[in-house]
């Protein structure tokens, strides 16, 4: 059984300020997907990572695999009120496995 | 229509009641998954379809809990003898396969509400 580990739960923050949220698994992972869900919305896929070590960025969102394939993170710089919401985490252990989502961070951001 | 299409947006029953919640995936998605999220928390799997194989039902959270997907297409979630626990929002999502790249498209939800 696969552990997975989003952190922190919850965070709210100042507009303009930086962040970063963690994925954190037991197990290697074979890709990994950033999700954002906004209230009353289902989640939105945000980026694939599927390389270790790899590094994509979205505008001000910037997302990291890690060397060893069993964690990634996702920073964003100054944020804005429209990066207010749930960020999950999804990996996929191998090619042909169901979509498993962590626990999520819930990001609150304060005008 | 162009997304993943879930109905009612919102049921709300008295507890004992069965339910049937409707999903319509992406046309030519052959995977399609049901997620539970309770009041402020994280997407709990339920159960995936993928194709033609033996649904992969390892997240349902007890036996009042079935569903099924005809033609490959539609999938109905029953929720048989409600408990007030079972109030959440419903997910539904689709994708066009699995592997690496795959991206799951969902709907707006259900929420269900026990009374």
């Known amino acids: 059984t696969q552990l997975l580990e989003q952190s922190p739960q919850f965070l709210s923050i100042q507009e303009g300020e930086n962040l970063t949220v963690y994925c954190n698994s037991s197990s290697v992972f074979s890709s990994l997907q950033w999700y954002r869900q906004e209230p009353g919305e289902g989640p939105v896929l945000l980026v694939t990572v599927v390389t270790g070590g790899e590094v994509k960025k979205l505008k001000r969102l910037t997302f990291q695999f890690g060397d060893a394939r069993k964690d990634s993170s996702l920073h964003i710089t100054a944020a804005q009120p429209g990066d207010t919401g749930l960020y999950l985490c999804?990996?996929?252990?191998?090619?042909?496995?169901?979509?498993?989502f962590g626990s999520g961070t819930r990001l609150s951001i304060r005008p | 229509g162009a997304g993943v299409s879930q109905s009612p947006s919102n049921k709300v029953t008295e507890k004992g009641k069965d339910v049937e919640l409707r999903c319509d995936p992406i046309s030519g998605h052959t995977a399609l998954y049901w997620y539970r999220q309770s009041l402020g928390q994280g997407l709990e799997f339920l159960i995936y379809f993928q194709g033609n194989s033996a649904p992969d039902k390892s997240g349902l959270p007890s036996d009042r809990f079935s569903a099924e997907r005809t033609g490959g297409s539609v999938s109905t979630l029953t929720i048989q003898r409600t408990q007030q626990e079972d109030s959440a929002v419903y997910l539904c999502?689709?994708?066009?396969?699995?592997?690496?790249?795959?991206?799951?498209?969902f709907g707006q939800g259900t929420r269900l509400t026990v009374v």
């Open positions: 999502a689709s994708s066009y396969d699995t592997g690496p790249a795959t991206e799951a498209f």
């Open positions: 999804a990996p996929l252990y191998s090619s042909a496995s169901k979509i498993i």
